[in-house]
């Protein structure tokens, strides 16, 4: 930002579903001098945060952390596990299962991309379509998304884990939570995942750099043999290094500070608490859209997220042009449409670490931005999400009281 700009009194709302705001704590951790990689303390810090970030994936196996980008654990995900040409199984929730799915492509895998119309989560039912067709298991891997941060659409992963069991398909479930975990309920081990894809610029509160990949004992088992070809995310050198607490070349020191402090700032709130808080900003924001009377990209109850809202621009008006406007008036930075749905929706993120108030805020800003842009709508959703939320503070032994 150039210093000729006017100054803007107060916080920047950063209302788009990741990077998400950072803790002052967390701040205040990744503020240190840079430290000795090869050394005890940094030896120290290592094997603390490598075993308690276990606790956030809700697994007892082995996390690889990695300094790069969400993107570059996909890569990590299906070069491990899988052997040149392999067929994988993947589903067309929006922008980034459409990312994901033209990666494996890339890496000269061939997927099988259930298409959609970017409006609903996985459908298990079209899995299982799928792998029951595939009695000669051609099938290596499904690959979903958790939540589709294009258009705030979350899926039901048990609900996958099962129809793969029920048909008895051996293929392994690699899953994307980029934007889901520390925000939406995750649970690597009990869900059976094979390798969970994280990344920590979402709900784990963190500066983007860092990329994770939890991993079962099967995928650990498939990556013993697997072709593909592999050099910066091999898993075995790190998971070789990491036993001793250090890293096969320089991890991203100053954010591991970060993460350490961000793991310990979430079980302090308690996992469930987050969760519930993520699910009442959803419930809050998408009462509001309707009461304006626009619509969620995301069509069925079922796919809702706790995360993020993407609503649609009446036709005929153009979401950046909103954004925009509401940027320059309110200082506040509202998601894009990506791809398919560019300009006809904008995001906003109710993620990370936030409160009740701040949702709110953002929910004006918004309304605001629709009267000052001429968009037809109806006035006091602001209103609904207040009474959405304290309604959902109402403990029921208040309720009987009065
Ligand atoms: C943000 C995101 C990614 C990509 O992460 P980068 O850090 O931008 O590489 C992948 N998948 C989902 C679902 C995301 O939300």
């Not at 290094?241 to 993460?259: E, I, R, W």
């Not at 900003?281 to 069925?300: F, Q, Y």
């Not at 990370?352 to 918004?366: F, K, M, P, R």
């Amino acid at each position: 930002m150039s210093n000729t700009e006017p100054r803007k009194a107060g916080r920047h709302f950063l209302q788009i579903p990741g990077p998400t705001p950072v803790p002052d704590r967390v701040l205040r951790a990744m503020h240190s001098q840079i430290l000795d990689h090869r050394g005890p303390t940094f030896q120290k810090l290592a094997l603390r945060v490598l075993e308690k970030v276990k606790t956030i994936f809700k697994t007892t196996s082995h996390v690889v952390i990695f300094p790069a980008s969400g993107t570059g654990a996909w890569e990590a995900a299906l070069v491990n596990t899988l052997n040149p040409g392999d067929k994988v199984l993947m589903y067309e929730t929006g922008q980034f299962a459409t990312l994901w799915n033209a990666m494996a492509k890339r890496l000269g895998l061939v997927t099988d991309f259930i298409p959609s119309d970017w409006r609903t989560g996985v459908d298990p039912q079209k899995i299982e379509e799928k792998l029951r067709e595939d009695k000669g298991h051609a099938i290596k891997a499904v690959c979903i998304v958790h939540h589709e941060t294009s258009g705030g659409l979350l899926t039901d992963v048990a609900a996958i884990r099962k129809v793969i069991d029920e048909v008895g398909h051996p293929a392994l479930l690699l899953v994307d939570t980029v934007s889901g975990l520390g925000s939406a309920d995750l649970r690597h081990d009990e869900w059976g995942i094979d390798v969970t894809v994280a990344g920590s610029q979402k709900g784990l509160m963190l500066p983007p750099g860092l990329a994770f990949t939890a991993i079962s004992a099967k995928a650990l088992k498939a990556s013993e043999s697997a072709k593909q070809p592999k050099g910066y995310w091999a898993w075995d050198d790190m998971i070789n290094a990491n036993k001793s607490g250090f890293f096969p070349y320089t991890p991203a020191t100053g954010l591991l500070y970060g993460l350490d402090v961000a793991v310990d700032l979430m079980h302090e709130e308690g996992l469930d608490n987050i969760f519930a808080r993520h699910n009442r900003w959803g419930v809050a924001t998408r009462a509001c859209v309707k009461h304006w009377g626009l619509e969620n990209l995301s069509r069925e109850e079922r796919y809702h997220s706790p995360v993020m809202t993407a609503v649609l621009m009446p036709e005929g008006k153009g979401a950046d042009a909103f954004r925009k406007l509401v940027l320059e008036t309110f200082d506040m930075s509202l998601g894009a449409g990506l791809n398919k749905v560019a300009d006809k929706v904008f995001r906003i993120g109710h993620l990370g670490d936030s409160n009740d108030l701040t949702i709110l805020g953002a929910l004006s800003g918004v309304e605001m931005g629709l009267e000052l842009a001429g968009i037809k709508h109806n006035k006091g959703g602001v209103q609904v999400a207040m009474a959405s939320i304290a309604a959902a503070h109402q403990r029921p032994v208040r309720a009987a009281a009065e």
